[in-house]
């Protein structure tokens, strides 16, 4: 029996030493981004992420553009070494500062298809007619909100823009567990659903959460070891695992709820407060599952007590006011100061954001 028992303990102990010192090995001899992919284009630079399918190529990319007196002209924009767009920031918070990350793809990062004339970019070879237009890193409401709070003096205030182009809620949702948790946000804000409701061009790069406990546990404990890497890396590079391309949408309707719904008490559990933002749409020929994604979110909202932005009125009140005639799915620069406008009159409403004057009042 005390035989049995000792090769009971000898054999996940001796599979536990060979695993450290398999990850000791990886660490000696290869690079912290062993496992990621190679970087690749779809708006602003990114490189494949095993963990998270992809994330945001940090440097400082002339991949923006301004608009001067009408006419779009080449700009630089920056991403951090966290990879979010904006300055360098302090993965420990600072004191007394709240602390508000905005998840979201595209609409959040803050891109615009703007005119390829304006850039010099030469056509598509073998194509008669190229595309009117280039995608360009412009004005997000994150940035705007972050301008806001400073101009109001509200240097206790900082808002990070966790936004990356194509993220589904199910990169949101991986994002959460693996990096956005350890900045000890106090408010997230959530605009989501528009890459949801399309069909995958990658099913192999959808970061789906693990069904069973343990296997999650695992994941978000060891999401940053070399070996998890390349083990999901060559996962994901085995074709007969994964759907073909486009044959499946990046979340259905019941992932979409569930990946909301994670979200939400993930955040709650660590006392974060948690806002969504609707996700309104010239563009809804290509985007019909629209509409059904949105009453998912708003049934979430009603059940997890979390208040909802509603940008709708206001932004297609005037069509073309605030989306240009080449994007009817980002809004240009007027809608993202516009949403920026909404939310930080929200978060005030909501009483999210301290009064400055309390403290003052406290520590009289």
Known sequence: MRAWLLRFTLIPLGLLVGLLVFEGLLRLATEPTVGSGKSFFMGPPMVFDPV????NQPGRWRFGATQVDGRWIPSHYEVNRLGFRGPEISSRKPRGTTRIICM???????????????FGVP?????????KFVWRAVTSYPGALGERFAREGRD???VINAGVTGYSSTHALRQLMVQLLDLAPDILTLRLGANDSQPSWAPQRRPLEPSHPLTRFLLYRLHDWRSTWLLLRAYQDTKRFHPAARSVPWATTE????NLERIVDEAHRRGTRVIFLDYPLVATHAFRRMPELDHAMRNVARERGVPVLNTRSRLLAKDGEFYSSLD???PNERGARLLAQLLYEKLLSLGWIPDPEDDIRTSS
Do not use: I, Q
């Not at 992932?255 to 569930?258: G, Q, T, V």
């Open 52 to 55: 998270l399918g992809w994330r």
């Open 104 to 118: 979201g793809d595209s609409g959040t990062f803050g891109v615009l298809a703007v005119p390829r004339k304006n």
């Open 123 to 131: 056509a598509v070879p073998g194509k008669k007619k190229g595309r």
């Open 156 to 158: 206790d205030v900082e």
């Open 255 to 258: 992932r979409f709820r569930y």
């Open 328 to 330: 009817r799915v980002h």
